[in-house]
C-alpha cells in the first residue's frame, strides 16, 4: 500500500467513534533529517460511509487512488506522508512538506479537478511534529487492541466458535531468568497454567514464558487477559509477545 514504509494500522477510540489510522512507523526516524516544518492535512468527505462512520469497499477504492495521486504529486513537492485516519465519515491524509499554502493549494485544486472529488486542506507549521509523534502514532495498548481483534475476525473467518472453550496460548519475554521466573510466579497466582520456561538458545537472547488457560474466546475476556499480561510484563522488563488458539467449530445437532 506504502511503498518503502514501514506502516502499522490500528483502530482508535475519537470523540467516542472507532477510527482506524495507519501511520509509517519510519517517520519517526526520517523527520528530524528533513526540512519539512508544515503539517498539511487533506481530506475527503466519504460517498459511503458503513455504520461506524469508515469507508465501503467501494470507498476504499477511491481512497486507495486518491492515495496515491497525493503520495506522487505531493512527493514531488519533497512532501511525506506519515499517516492517514478514516472515520466519522471522513479520510484524512498527513504530509509534512517543506513548502507553503500556495504550492500545494494550487497542487490539491488540479487533483480534486482530475479526479472529480472534493478535497479538503489545512496546513498548520509543526516543526517539532507533534501531531506525528502524539496523535498518529500509536499505544502498546491501542496496538494489542488491534491485534486482538483482527486475530478473532480471521479465526471467525474459518468458522471458529467463540463460545467454545480451548486452550489460549500466551508468550512473554524477559531479558533474564529472575524476570522470567517472577512473571512465571505472577501467571500461576492468576489462574494460568505455565508450561515452558525456555532459557535463549546458547545463552543469548530472551528467555522465553509459555503459559495458557481455558476459556471461550469472547472479545472482552481476552482483552482483560492480554490487558493485564501486557501491564506485567511490561513493569518486569519484559515484552508480551502474543497468543495463540487453535480454531473450534461449532458442534454438529
Not at 43 to 53: H, N, P
Not at 57 to 79: M, P
Not at 150 to 170: C, I, Y
Request: hydrophobic share 45%; charged share 25%; net charge negative.
Amino acid at each position: 500500500m506504502h511503498n518503502a514504509c514501514e506502516w502499522e494500522t490500528y483502530f482508535a477510540d475519537i470523540d467516542g467513534r472507532v477510527a482506524s489510522i495507519g501511520v509509517d512507523m519510519s517517520a519517526a526516524r526520517e523527520l528530524a533529517d528533513l526540512d519539512a516544518p508544515n503539517l498539511l492535512k487533506v481530506q475527503y468527505m466519504l460517498r459511503q460511509a458503513d455504520e461506524d462512520g469508515l469507508p465501503t469497499l467501494g470507498e476504499e477504492e477511491i481512497i486507495a487512488d486518491l492515495r496515491d495521486e497525493l503520495i506522487n504529486w505531493i512527493g514531488a513537492l519533497n512532501g511525506h506522508c506519515v499517516g492517514e485516519v478514516s472515520g466519522n465519515g471522513l479520510h484524512s491524509w498527513f504530509f509534512y512538506v517543506p513548502c507553503g499554502w500556495n504550492e500545494v493549494a494550487t497542487l490539491l485544486r488540479r487533483i480534486a479537478l482530475r479526479k472529480q472529488v472534493a478535497l479538503g486542506a489545512e496546513m498548520m507549521a509543526d516543526a517539532m511534529h507533534r501531531v506525528y509523534h502524539e496523535a498518529l502514532l500509536p499505544t502498546a495498548e491501542e496496538l494489542r487492541r488491534t491485534r486482538n481483534v483482527e486475530q478473532l475476525a480471521d479465526m471467525a473467518a474459518l468458522g471458529d466458535d467463540a463460545s467454545r472453550e480451548r486452550p489460549v496460548e500466551h508468550t512473554v519475554l524477559m531479558d533474564n531468568s529472575v524476570q522470567a521466573h517472577a512473571f512465571a510466579e505472577w501467571a500461576r497466582r492468576n489462574g494460568f497454567m505455565v508450561s515452558s520456561l525456555l532459557p535463549p538458545p546458547n545463552g543469548e537472547g530472551l528467555h522465553q514464558i509459555i503459559f495458557r488457560r481455558n476459556m471461550p474466546l469472547h472479545a472482552e475476556l481476552l482483552d482483560s487477559d492480554t490487558h493485564l499480561i501486557a501491564e506485567e510484563a511490561q513493569r518486569l522488563g519484559g515484552i508480551y509477545d502474543g497468543w495463540r488458539a487453535e480454531v473450534r467449530l461449532a458442534k454438529s445437532a
